[in-house]
């Protein structure tokens, strides 16, 4: 059977039975949901009491499709059924049922200060009591701006959204409007949000118009998205140079977050911005992942490559919702009202997501935030590789900076075929056993893991012994 997982990737396939059902036998099932066994925090039982997570999901899913408001938090990858939580400070999250966990997926990437850091917290509170919003203009919006361009020079003017959807959409408009061409190349594997045309895979061959991923796409919507191999540079190159005429833009996630973790190869960027430029093709960074978060200028600053336009989301909104997309005031003075370009938002630029994301960006260019969270990041890698291999698991990691990518192959990851050799059953299994001691990585093997500065070292330490007792186990 195949499902549709939108929420944070592309299409990927479900097991047939839950992983918990395949793993664990009907009479232990049954008898631990009626004892309702409960894991202590840093404890080793390999169940905990999820009794008012369950009741709570049944509710959820008369009223809410599926149980869930975005698709990969109902676990369908894994199996089983989420966990419902109560609130969340620094690293971790605890649950209805009382449980706790150390946070690796920090609200899939936003949370990079930990939940609810106090300079941010108080900064929304301080702006609430002024109102929520205006639906005008507010000096904010100018100080959250300026603090975008002075760290990601290739924006110099930016437009504010409210989320990575919505500002990829418009920047695939501004290139069409730019260029006055239709077509969009993508990357197999990378995500940009669930606009029509970007719900599109490879027909058979690269260079195939694409079909639509998700039924309710229309094929003619779908039918100027072409799609190829990340990493790819032979192909990709061919691609552009016999599409060049036709081509408005080429969209990359520069570290690609939504298939695993999956970095771009030495020569692949570079290459993507001097055909791009050549051709006169638009080059568009999805950096709504990697913006703040490998670096404090995004993927661009730390490969030292411009593209055209930006998209940005989650860490620039501080855990509320949030997306912006610029470039070169000569692109974005084509955006409405400047231009004509048309794109408007009622909440754009709204007083608490752009407060949120003053205080959070004001945290990060502290000096040494990002050194200290590549250094806890590479002390989790190693140890996690160094267990794994202990534990005689063949395990692949991938990272850049706090960005983590953990998959049960031998091969190396470079693009999504590649990461689709993972075992993603054994990932189902580490999954489980993972959070039932107290460590919540992404329910789905095809998400990154974030570390965020509110990770401490007895954190580290206790989810590498984990690892090592589940490897173990797997
Ligand atoms: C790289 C990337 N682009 C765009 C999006 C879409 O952002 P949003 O979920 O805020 O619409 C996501 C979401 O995870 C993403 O990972």
Known sequence: MIFVDLGHGSLKSRPRRSAVDRLYPLTTRCRLFLTGLRSPWYGGALFMKTTTSKKLFAAAQRVIPGGVNSPVRAFRSVGGHPLFIKRAKGARLYDVDGNSFIDYVLSWGPMILGHAPAAVIQAITRAAANGTSYGAPTELEIRLAHMVTEAVPSMQQVRLVNSGTEAIMSAIRLARAHTRRDGVLKFEGCYHGHADYLLAKAGSGVATLG??????????????????????????RKLIKSHAGKLACVIVEPVAGNMGVVPPHDEFLPMLRALTREHGIVLIFDEVITGFRVHYGGAQALYGIEPDLTCLGKIIGGGLPVGAYGGARELMQQIAPAGPVYQAGTLSGNPLAVTAGIATLKQLKVPGVYRGLEEQARALAEGLAERAKRAGVPLMQTRVGSMMGAFFTKEPVVDYVSAKQSDTQRYAKYFHRMLAKGV????SQFEAAFLSTAHTSRDLAHTLASAYTVFQAL
């Open 211 to 236: 079909l639509p991923d998700s039924p309710g796409v229309p094929v003619d919507f779908t039918k100027h998205t072409l799609t190829a191999p990340y990493n790819d540079i032979n192909g990709v």
């Open 440 to 443: 919540y990585f992404a329910p």
